[in-house]
């Protein structure tokens, strides 16, 4: 059973939503939206390596475009492993989550 | 939104390069373009550019981690495959290591060596301003340097030129009988020097004040070695020694030994003044015999310097003369002047030189290091001969980790780091091998050198660096060559012993053989030589002679002694001499007779005689006669000289013509046939004898030969009967004769020992090469031996191949060698003829002892069954 981080969790989360057009850089952007910060390039392509690795992501090349320099983009999909992991990690959060009561704040 | 593409920095797309994991490269660097692009429409260039700068540095941390962490695994791996080749092919590892071993401890003892040479004299703190004042003088064209000075010249130019903050002088008083109580010895190791000398020289005083300790006439200042001889557990200061039976002197000083790398050495100071109570004249600028060291301002110009000190000595010499001979002075101011100059005290180990010759210390740096290289480079090509040759064997690794995919690089570093760990372990049996062999390396090169010299941080860093050097080179030739293989051919197996290489191995044995021929042939000439020197007729004899020192006042009780020994039987003669007979080392310029072309200036060695010398030393007239008590005017104004002084003179014989020499107008009344009076290096020069038994130096006793210890026993006693205040003292003229030659012996020595070691190691490398080739004609020879070949037919087969390489490597060393050794065999005057055979010899005896190498292995497969050999795949 693979376990992810808070970091693998999101970017997994980031990649479901964009559906199959996942790449780096939308995936900075829309993490950017969420979250309202900006990652490095190194804090998002290591996790998304290491999920490679361990079979959450599937991979595949598009065309090279004029926007990139003239080099092809990278995709990134989620596996049917990647979403096992996601609704494992989801499950233990819950789990963790339930019945957990605030105490009273004061302000 | 409108995108727009905006290139990056050229310097960003190069870090990237270098930086991004090579997998996903392109793809990360197109994510970045994008971003790149995308903050430059929306916040401009500077801030995008800020941005991936900022990217790229963050990336460093992590790329860092990343390669140790690789090159952990692979340097691990390389590790691995090394030791397991170490250990699999026992016999090549231990043909490599030793002989890198060999020829390491070679460059280690010689670095040894060389880094002292290096340090002489450079513990002085002042070192950088010490000089030593030297002089070109002239004769006939000819230069001849003198280091020794006038004794009045240190205080004169100090006092006259403003360039030189401080000047010393610097003479041994000769030998001193010291007496403390009980305790008396002779101290040869005394040196009188000026009150500066500790000023400007670092001599540090355990005991006594340096500013202070000698400045009283009679005051001392002993080394800690003197100080435990004669007072042991006293306190040295402050007490009173007696010197030659006759002066009081106080010892104000103690000082730490002076060190071996000194060419200052001694073992006690005396204040310079004490030489007026010896009796030497203190004011003559006309005679060199001194050593004048002066100390410069740092900013001084030293031609400048150089030249003030030439005229200043010109000017008192010039007085002198106006003085004395008023008629000689237009002569001498027209001679050429002899030139001064001051010579770094830092360089006169090194760069000294003195007389016609040129002959420097750095010369034998040169050849002593060059030889050790050549040695070690012999080990090196062992190691890649071994290497290229079993290539085969290593293939198909360097097949896999290429098609795996390694790189060219990191084969290349791969095998580099192969041979420098070879030559790391060699390094550790190198150093074990110094540790053992420094005692005999001590005594092959006269030094005194212990095990911590190995460890002084200077030492370590040239051991880690003759080793990386070692690796590096041994390495090369197999790192490229192994690395350059193509897979796909390797691994299909077309890979044989390739003809390209087979070539290499030949002329890199060729080199190893050319190397050990030209050092046996070397060895052997200098050997030659030395036998030579030492067994040259001489002009006199030198067995069964010896010379006692006539120190102190003993000389006032030579009449008598000479008396007393010349009645008896056991001796066969005695006379006296101002020189010892194997080196006559004081000349003069100055000489005048008739008919003289007044330009020429001739050196002239000269030494004071008693009657009878000439026949003690059985020297052999050539014309005219010997001195004789029988004629009045011989202690007067009689010469002798030699053939040589009368071949200048242009006369076909000189006798009875007048000579005016050492201050006196006389006639020579003989002519001594041609000896050699200094080392056979040098030609002999014109000589003069005078008869002056009242100032000779040395007692010279010829003894009858067979009885030498009865005769010797009874001069002891004799002499202690007639000066019973001095211990009897005594050489023989042969010993001293050798010990001249002492410098020849010792390169003569050292020169075996590195042909030896190359031979071998040479040899170790032959004999790896040799079992390669049989190994890998095992098939062949069985094949052979089947169809009916011989065992002798069999190891001329293996042999003739290696013949074929020695008989070549001969070819080359010889005219090498003889160049070489001509050059070497020019600074002697007399020298040993470079015969044929002796090339032929040494070249006969490194293919004798190849060929027992590599017939060794070549028999053993002569004799190996067919069966086992066409069975072993």
Redo the contacts between chains.
């Keep these: 059973m693979v376990l992810l981080t808070r970091q693998e969790e999101q970017i997994l989360l980031v990649i479901h939503h964009l559906g199959n057009t996942a790449y780096l850089v939308n995936i900075r952007s829309l993490l950017k939206e969420i979250t309202g910060k900006y990652l490095d390039v190194g804090t998002i392509y290591v996790p998304l390596k290491r999920l490679h690795q361990k079979g959450c992501l599937d991979t595949r090349y598009g065309e090279p475009t004029a926007m990139r320099g003239g080099k092809a983009i990278k995709y990134y999909s989620l596996t049917a492993k990647g979403y096992e992991a996601l609704a494992e990690t989801r499950r233990i959060q819950e789990k963790l989550w339930d019945g957990v009561r605030f105490p009273a704040l004061k302000f | 939104m409108i995108?727009q593409?905006h290139?990056?920095p050229r310097m960003a797309n190069v870090l990237f390069d270098f930086f991004l994991p090579e997998m996903?490269c392109?793809?990360?660097?197109?994510?970045?373009?994008?971003?790149y692009?995308e903050i430059v429409s929306e916040n401009g260039k500077w801030v995008a550019n800020f941005w991936i700068m900022?990217?790229i540095l963050?990336?460093f941390p992590?790329y860092l981690i990343d390669s140790i962490y690789w090159r952990c695994i692979m340097f691990k791996n390389y590790l691995n495959i090394t030791f397991r080749n170490i250990f699999k092919h026992k016999g090549y590892s231990f043909i490599n290591v030793v002989g890198l071993a060999l020829g390491m401890a070679c460059c280690l003892f010689i670095m040894l060596w060389v880094m002292d040479e290096m340090s002489y004299n450079r513990f002085h703190e002042n070192i950088e301003t010490l000089y030593r004042v030297e002089q070109d003088q002239f004769y006939s064209g000819e230069t001849y340097h003198v280091t020794v000075t006038p004794i009045p010249m240190g205080p004169g130019i100090k006092e006259e030129i403003p360039e030189i903050t401080d000047a010393t002088r610097y003479t041994s008083p000769g030998t001193l009988l010291l007496r403390y109580g009980e305790k008396a010895f002779f101290e040869s190791g005394t040196r009188a020097v000026d009150p500066s000398f500790l000023k400007m020289m670092t001599f540090p005083l355990i005991l006594g004040d340096p500013n202070t300790a000698l400045d009283q006439p009679h005051s001392f200042i002993i080394s800690e070695d003197i100080a435990d001889k004669y007072f042991a557990d006293e306190d040295p200061l402050g007490k009173a020694i007696t010197v030659n039976n006759q002066y009081q002197f106080t010892v104000t000083g103690v000082m730490k030994n002076v060190p071996n790398n000194s060419n200052l050495g001694f073992e006690i100071l005396v204040p310079f003044e004490f030489l007026r109570d010896l009796g030497r004249t203190m004011d003559r600028w006309g005679n060199n015999s001194i050593l004048t060291l002066v100390q410069l301002h740092e900013s001084a110009s030293i031609p400048e310097v150089n030249q003030k000190i030439t005229d200043i000595r010109h000017r008192h010499v010039a007085e002198f003369v106006q003085q004395n001979f008023p008629e000689d002075l237009q002569q001498f101011n027209e001679r050429r002047r002899t030139e001064f100059m001051v010579m770094p005290l830092k360089d006169i180990h090194l760069y000294g030189y003195f007389g016609y010759t040129r002959q420097m210390n750095i010369q034998y740096v040169y050849i002593v290091s060059v030889i050790a290289l050549f040695v070690l480079l012999i080990a090196c090509i062992n190691f890649m001969n071994l290497a290229t040759a079993r290539s085969a064997n290593r293939a198909k690794e360097v097949g896999l980790r290429k098609v795996v995919g390694a790189m060219k690089r990191h084969l290349v570093g791969q095998f580099y780091g192969e041979s420098i760990l070879l030559a790391f372990i060699a390094l550790v049996f190198a150093l074990g091998l110094c540790m053992l062999l420094i005692g005999s390396f001590n005594m092959l090169s006269g030094k005194e050198f212990s095990r911590t010299a190995f460890f002084n941080w200077k030492f370590v860093l040239g051991m880690i660096s003759v080793a990386l050097i070692t690796g590096l080179v041994s390495g090369s030739y197999p790192a490229l060559f192994l690395s350059a293989f193509q897979p796909v051919k390797v691994l299909k197996g077309a890979l044989t012993a390739g003809s390209k290489s087979a070539l290499f191995r030949k002329i890199l044995v060729v080199t190893q053989f050319s190397l050990s021929i030209l050092l046996i042939i070397s060895t052997a000439f200098v050997y030659r030589q030395l036998i030579f020197m030492q067994s040259k007729k001489l002009g006199y004899d030198k067995e069964q002679t010896i010379y006692i020192p006539l120190r102190g006042n003993t000389r006032e009780s030579y009449a008598p002694l000479k008396e007393a020994l010349k009645r008896d039987p056991r001796v066969v003669n005695v006379a006296g001499t101002g020189h010892p007979p194997t080196n006559i080392g004081s000349n003069s310029g100055g000489a005048d007779w008739d008919g003289k072309d007044p330009e020429m200036t001739v050196l002239i060695s000269q030494n004071r005689v008693d009657f009878d010398y000439i026949e003690t030393m059985k020297m052999e007239m050539a014309g005219g006669r010997s001195f004789s008590k029988d004629f009045s005017t011989d202690t007067s104004t009689a010469f002798i000289i030699n053939e040589e002084l009368q071949r200048i003179m242009g006369e076909e014989s000189a006798v009875n013509k007048r000579l005016e020499f050492m201050g006196v107008d006389g006639t020579i009344v003989g002519v001594v046939k041609n000896f050699h009076f200094q080392s056979v290096r040098y030609e002999i020069e014109p000589l003069a004898f005078r008869v002056r038994p009242e100032s000779v130096n040395y007692m010279v006793i010829r003894l009858p030969a067979g009885s030498m210890e009865e005769s010797i026993d009874f001069v002891k006693s004799t002499w202690e009967r007639i000066i019973p205040n001095y211990p009897f003292d005594h050489y023989f003229v042969d010993e001293a004769y050798d010990r001249m030659y002492r410098g020849e012996a010792r390169l003569s020595n050292l020169l075996r020992a590195f042909a030896i070691l190359a031979v071998v190691i040479a040899c170790l490398g032959l004999f790896g090469l040799a079992s390669f080739t049989a190994e890998q004609r095992t098939k062949e020879i069985g094949v052979r031996k089947v169809l009916g070949a011989s065992a002798p037919g069999i190891v001329f087969l293996l042999s003739k191949e290696f013949t074929k390489w020695v008989v070549v490597a001969n070819i080359i060393a010889w005219p090498v060698a003889y160049l070489v050794l001509r050059k070497w065999l020019q600074d002697f005057a007399y020298r040993t003829e470079l015969v044929w055979w002796v090339f032929v010899g040494s070249g006969v005896l490194a293919l004798v002892v190849a060929l027992l190498t590599v017939s060794f292995q070549a028999i053993r497969s002569a004799f190996t069954n067919p069966a086992d050999a066409l069975r072993y795949e």
Excluded at chain 2, 26 to 35: A, N
């Design positions: 995108k593409y290139k990056m996903d392109r793809y990360l660097m197109g994510d970045y373009e994008e971003i692009s900022k990217q963050k990336m992590l």
